[in-house]
């Protein structure tokens, strides 16, 4: 009997033991493998984490982008692949004993389902405005869905030359442009950009700024023994633009009337200063060589490249200087013994019409050169008696200059009869503006209105007193001049 009982119970143990067996052979392992793209262009992501779920092994893919999960026991799983910038991708596995499936993903960036900003809206100028002033604050707006920081960019353009203002990285609805030209017609669009998507554009609007006033000029007036710029506006209101405690005189507006240059007086030397037509945004120009001659309150200059530079003298030599700064460029020397006065430079920059004259300031010349110093024509030259100017017309066809006509000539340089002259370098003859100027004055310091309709001088007498006054004289198509109308009184070097 008892051997009996054991034969059972060894039985009973083989039995559970068999059955274990089954157990382990029922849940067996497998492995996992695969390989982690970014969508599109399936360049493999290195150190994407990868796991399961149910939770087995996490590994991270190399830098192929493959990785393996090896002895994950078999059953239904949801891989996942993870890595900071990039969606989380998921996919679902069944793996059986002793099985290796492989599982591909194909990451998104978290920006790829970001949507684009809406297209700016233009608020300010309102399209199609008109008589806009020459600063303007640009106002627009946009909206991102997301929240996302918007940057934008703004362009204008202008019916007039390929002229392109691009203000790029504006965080703002709102922007300022200054300088901007009378009478031009404008073209303006903004971008909008989230950094994620490409840029998104406004519809493009229109806008024209208001006309050049008429009789808008500067001209310098002597106070305290100070020569001091003013501006004088349509209705003939004055408007003082520099201190009268420091010598400021020759201003020039350039040719879009929002900016005026000018000399100073700094520590004895002759510089050359830009400001707005308020007087604001003082800049100097020159400074390791300034502008020199015999007689440095008569010396001259001219915009020139469109603005964007200033011709200006040094005794013989004559320089050009960038107005947003840098160094002064030679541009042309006289021959020995011959100084520079005065310079002007037509639209297109081919010509320049220079005065020169000897050390006591006569003997007095105006040639045209080209851009390179060649002389093209000489207006006037081997005559007696003090030439002065000079002044350009914007096509380079007309030359303004004075001459003395009394041929007198003494060491004071005084004039008796000085007048102004129109010269037509396709005709090669000159004509005289001043034929209705009073007796016993002279007329001096021309210059080309900003229409060229007319000229703008001083009338003094000539006995050297300080009663000058602005004049203006219209001239007629045929050269020949017309009404002459004196501006104001006290007042000298005008500008338009």
Not at 475 to 482: A, F, L, M, S, W
Request: aromatic share 8%; with cysteine; net charge negative.
């Amino acid at each position: 009997m008892n051997l009996f009982r054991q034969f059972i119970f060894i039985v009973l143990i083989v039995s559970v033991i068999a059955c274990s067996e089954d157990t382990v052979d029922n849940y067996g392992t497998g492995v996992i493998t695969g390989k982690v793209v970014l969508e599109g262009d399936n360049s493999p992501l290195e150190n994407v984490k990868v796991s399961t779920s149910p939770s087995s092994t996490t590994v991270f893919s190399d830098e192929n982008g493959d990785f393996i999960l090896n002895e994950i026991v078999e059953g239904d799983y949801s891989v996942q692949a993870q890595k900071t910038g990039y969606i989380t991708g998921v996919e679902g596995a069944t793996l059986k004993a002793g099985q290796t499936i492989n599982v591909i993903f194909e990451l998104q960036t978290e920006t790829a389902n970001n949507k684009q900003p809406s297209a700016p809206e233009l608020l300010f100028p309102e399209d199609e405005a008109t008589n806009q002033e020459l600063e303007i604050q640009f106002a627009w707006n946009s909206v991102d869905k997301e929240g996302d920081e918007l940057t934008y960019k703004l362009e204008l353009k202008n019916s007039v030359n390929s002229d392109v203002i691009t203000i790029e990285d504006i965080k703002d609805t709102l922007y300022t442009i200054s300088e901007l030209n009378y009478g031009y017609k404008y073209f303006w669009q903004v971008s909008a950009s989230d950094s994620i998507n490409g840029p998104v554009l406004s519809k493009v609007q229109t806008f024209k700024t208001k006309p050049l006033p008429a009789y808008g000029y500067v001209f310098v007036r002597e106070i305290d023994g100070n020569n001091v710029i003013f501006s004088i506006d349509e209705e003939g209101n004055e408007n003082q633009l520099t201190s009268s405690a420091l010598n400021s005189f020759r201003p020039k507006l350039n040719a879009r009337g929002n900016k005026v240059a000018f000399y100073r007086t700094v520590s004895g030397m002759t510089q050359l200063f830009t400001m707005d037509l308020d007087g604001s945004n003082l800049k100097q120009l020159t400074k390791s060589i300034p502008a020199n001659s015999i007689n440095n309150e008569g010396i001259g200059f001219c915009w020139a490249d469109r603005d964007a530079a200033i011709i200006y003298p040094n005794f013989e030599n004559l320089f050009k200087i960038n107005i947003n700064g840098g160094d002064s460029q030679l541009i042309y020397t006289a021959q020995s013994g011959r100084y520079i006065m005065d310079a002007a430079q037509s639209l297109d920059r081919s010509k320049i019409a220079v005065l020169e004259t000897n050390i006591s300031g006569y003997e007095g010349s105006v040639y045209v050169i080209d851009a390179f110093g060649a002389l093209l024509t000489t207006v006037i030259s081997g005559v007696k008696g003090a030439v002065g100017g000079v002044d350009i017309s914007i096509d380079g066809n007309k030359v303004l200059y004075t001459h003395d006509i009394s041929e007198f000539e003494n060491e004071n340089q005084r004039m008796l009869n000085s007048k102004v002259f129109l010269y037509d370098i396709a005709l090669g003859t000159a004509t005289n503006i001043s034929d209705n100027k009073p007796n016993g004055t002279n007329d001096t310091d021309p210059s080309f209105s900003a229409n060229e309709a007319a000229i703008l001088l001083v009338n003094a007498p000539n006995n050297n007193t300080n009663a000058t006054t602005a004049t203006t004289v219209e001239i007629e198509e045929d050269n020949t001049p017309g009404g002459r109308e004196a501006l104001v009184e006290n007042s000298k070097m005008p500008s338009q």
